[in-house]
């Protein structure tokens, strides 16, 4: 089964926004074992969405539209598809009924043009919208699958996976489950991670290997197809293993998890409380933390000190220390963690000195950084970063360095890797 | 002349990356009056590839391509439009040099795939690197134009705005100038401001003035078309200066102004330094403004204070306040503002509290924040936000408010708008 993305909307063609549900559409068919070809955006001009109907129904089975379901005279994406099928449209009473009950529960007065969102390809499967209006829709016609999503992702995301993915699933009768684990590293670039693991992703066709890096994280997910859930994940597991042997100490989480995640699930699970000074993060690896909702049984606040004089005045770090080693070292970067767990009373103190840039500071270049961590057990720990960012994702690389380290620290206190 | 953009990757096309490389060309395109009538995605298989191009010869008179310029074996883009256009690929020189330049500088050793990149298609023109070593090209062949971008964004923009754009533009012979201003709007919802100027918005059709809403800020571009920049900008400042008779008061900056921007812009201009209490921003506010270079001039430094005991330990908050009033209140964001400027004796002390969510905090709400200020003059200001959005939304709308009406007090001292 070939399937094609088609994106209506102006707004898309003009870059006003990024076509971010083709993202989503195609990672979500991937799952099932949907084989994308081509996405497609086009505007809200029914003469050119006709033809790019028209190119789709002779390259693709399954043609998935998302946008202008909508109330107003642009909306034109089921009109064009019911012509182009012989077909027309009716009014779905329900639909109408949610549409109604949606406006009197938000107390706003519907005006006219809002029915017409209730009204369906004759024959389609409605797929029910419930963060919206605009019912999505899905029809077979001549051997090809047709369905109909609304644009804004908040609508269109859940009626996909709810609705659109189970009817997929069962038109076309997939028996294969596919499972997939995804493992998250940092502290490991791309390349060096698939340099490391080369031989596994190569050797692997069920399950595959493939690595993916995004802004801030470098993952491996692991997928396997199979006849049963379990199967799947017991073709899993030796691949993982087998990774972990290799390139284990870089893992710090798995599937969903995020540093700030796994960082405070690990600081809740132990009941530690922590503080930090930061200097060159000015409060984003706090703010990274409390994410988290419940974080505040375990983040207790910390200080920012921005120049020397503060680090001085709130954090009484030592002026020989600052003349002698610089604010940007491994001495501040103790005395830092060690103060500020001092003077918030907390089990974990964390320091962060450093220089964003764009100008170097204290004759360290741009991009030099420098965390300590003082741990519940009283060990003072230091790491050196040498980044090559620009102002910001170096920051945001301090930052989340330090979630690292500090995942590491409280887990190898646990005993695990 | 009607353009097609063309992205290729199978990495698109199974959803692991997002296309944002057509919406920055589309806007870049708009940008320059040439109308783009589709974007496609096709993943790094020839014969689909070909297909796609054969499509779009058939209904553009410019196709853009990006991604499939790199080294390995997957990267076909530059063969497969050589093999189509009936041309052949010839090494060129400087391309060359340039790659072996990149890895003597990076000190890596060369491999021989990498020569692959230096290929381009005879007779192009070379569309220079400068952050990367695929280079790009530009061909015309029977009346069509085809661009040639590599996939990295950071390779693809410089190259689009530097070397793409001149080219187009001379290609074409476009004779007009396209001139732009975008007004930053905060503390106003796209919706309302939409209402309030939607007479301006319907009356124009040059300058055209459409309202945008991005995650954080909601923006109005005033557009204009004229045959030189004096007399676009001529067409747009009447326009400008109905939309701030209006609705000035929401209007916090222009064109690439960002909040934390222009609020370091205004405290350094005005050498006020500045520090900030935290509670459930927990560091973001401060962050955000140390985004900005050069910030350590004005940002002192602050205390994230995440729970009731820290408030009254750390910034002296009495006891007897929060228990009149909580901790979500108020005289509590006023008093966050005043000790901590007291504590960093700043200019300026700026207070947050509230709650984030997702519970409840003190039978407050989630959603409700208060925001304190005391101005350089000694003046106390505060701000009660009512947000509906998630735990995160909620942390970074604070934040943006507080450095909202940072920007609005200092202006307003100065007798600004």
């Given at each position: 089964?070939?399937a094609?993305i088609?994106?209506?909307?102006?707004?898309?063609?003009?870059g006003?926004?990024?076509?971010?549900?083709?993202?989503f559409?195609?990672?979500?068919?991937?799952?099932?074992?949907?084989?994308?070809?081509?996405?497609?955006?086009?505007?809200?001009?029914?003469?050119?969405?006709?033809?790019?109907?028209s190119i789709a129904?002779q390259r693709a089975?399954?043609?998935?539209f998302?946008?202008?379901?909508?109330p107003t005279k642009?909306?034109?994406t089921k009109?064009?598809i019911?012509?182009?099928?012989?077909?027309s449209?009716i009014?779905?009473r329900?639909?109408?009924?949610n549409?109604?009950?949606y406006?009197k529960?938000?107390?706003?007065?519907?005006?006219?043009?809002n029915?017409?969102?209730?009204?369906i390809?004759?024959?389609?499967?409605?797929l029910?919208?419930r963060?919206?209006?605009a019912?999505g829709?899905?029809?077979?016609k001549?051997?090809?699958?047709?369905?109909?999503?609304?644009?804004p992702?908040?609508?269109?995301?859940?009626?996909?996976?709810?609705?659109?993915?189970?009817?997929?699933?069962?038109?076309v009768?997939?028996?294969?489950?596919?499972?997939?684990k995804?493992?998250?590293?940092?502290?490991?670039g791309e390349a060096?991670?698939?340099?490391?693991?080369q031989?596994?992703?190569?050797?692997q066709t069920n399950?595959?290997v493939?690595?993916?890096?995004?802004?801030?994280?470098?993952?491996?997910?692991?997928?396997?197809?199979a006849?049963?859930?379990?199967?799947?994940?017991?073709?899993i597991?030796?691949v993982?293993?087998?990774i972990?042997?290799l390139?284990?100490?870089?893992?710090?989480?798995?599937d969903?998890d995020?540093l700030?995640?796994?960082?405070?699930?690990?600081?809740?699970?132990q009941?530690?409380?922590?503080?930090?000074?930061?200097s060159l993060?000015?409060?984003?690896f706090?703010?990274?933390?409390?994410e988290?909702a419940?974080?505040?049984?375990?983040?207790k606040?910390?200080?920012?000190?921005?120049?020397?004089e503060?680090k001085q005045?709130?954090?009484h770090?030592p002026?020989?220390?600052?003349?002698?080693?610089?604010v940007?070292?491994?001495?501040?970067a103790?005395a830092?963690?060690?103060?500020?767990?001092?003077k918030?009373?907390?089990d974990?103190?964390?320091?962060?000195?450093g220089?964003a840039?764009?100008d170097?500071?204290?004759?360290k270049?741009?991009?030099?950084?420098?965390?300590?961590i003082?741990?519940?057990?009283?060990?003072?720990?230091?790491?050196?970063?040498e980044l090559s960012?620009?102002?910001?994702?170096?920051?945001r690389?301090?930052?989340?360095?330090?979630?690292y380290?500090?995942?590491k620290?409280?887990?190898?206190?646990?005993g695990?890797?």
């Amino acid at each position: 089964m070939k399937a094609e993305i088609i994106a209506v909307g102006s707004e898309l063609l003009l870059g006003q926004i990024t076509n971010t549900n083709a993202t989503f559409i195609a990672k979500n068919l991937a799952e099932v074992g949907i084989d994308v070809y081509y996405h497609t955006v086009v505007g809200d001009n029914p003469k050119r969405l006709d033809e790019a109907i028209s190119i789709a129904q002779q390259r693709a089975d399954l043609i998935i539209f998302s946008g202008g379901l909508g109330p107003t005279k642009d909306d034109l994406t089921k009109e064009t598809i019911a012509k182009r099928l012989s077909s027309s449209l009716i009014m779905d009473r329900k639909a109408l009924g949610n549409i109604e009950a949606y406006f009197k529960r938000t107390k706003r007065t519907m005006t006219e043009n809002n029915k017409k969102q209730a009204l369906i390809i004759d024959g389609a499967t409605v797929l029910e919208n419930r963060n919206g209006m605009a019912p999505g829709m899905a029809i077979e016609k001549e051997g090809k699958r047709y369905i109909l999503l609304p644009g804004p992702p908040h609508e269109m995301e859940p009626m996909f996976i709810n609705e659109a993915i189970p009817y997929i699933v069962g038109a076309v009768g997939i028996r294969e489950v596919i499972a997939s684990k995804v493992l998250k590293f940092y502290g490991i670039g791309e390349a060096e991670l698939e340099h490391r693991v080369q031989d596994i992703i190569e050797r692997q066709t069920n399950p595959t290997v493939a690595p993916l890096a995004s802004r801030d994280a470098v993952t491996l997910r692991i997928t396997a197809k199979a006849n049963s859930t379990e199967a799947a994940q017991n073709l899993i597991a030796p691949v993982e293993a087998e990774i972990r042997a290799l390139v284990g100490e870089f893992i710090y989480g798995i599937d969903e998890d995020t540093l700030s995640s796994k960082a405070a699930e690990l600081l809740l699970q132990q009941s530690l409380t922590i503080s930090a000074a930061e200097s060159l993060t000015a409060g984003l690896f706090m703010s990274e933390l409390s994410e988290q909702a419940g974080i505040s049984a375990s983040l207790k606040g910390g200080t920012v000190v921005y120049n020397e004089e503060e680090k001085q005045r709130q954090l009484h770090v030592p002026k020989e220390l600052i003349e002698k080693y610089g604010v940007v070292s491994k001495e501040c970067a103790a005395a830092l963690a060690q103060q500020v767990k001092l003077k918030f009373n907390s089990d974990i103190g964390v320091g962060l000195t450093g220089v964003a840039g764009p100008d170097p500071h204290d004759q360290k270049p741009m991009g030099t950084v420098w965390i300590g961590i003082e741990t519940h057990k009283g060990e003072v720990k230091t790491f050196k970063l040498e980044l090559s960012g620009t102002r910001n994702t170096n920051r945001r690389r301090a930052a989340n360095f330090a979630l690292y380290y500090l995942i590491k620290s409280i887990s190898e206190n646990e005993g695990q890797k």
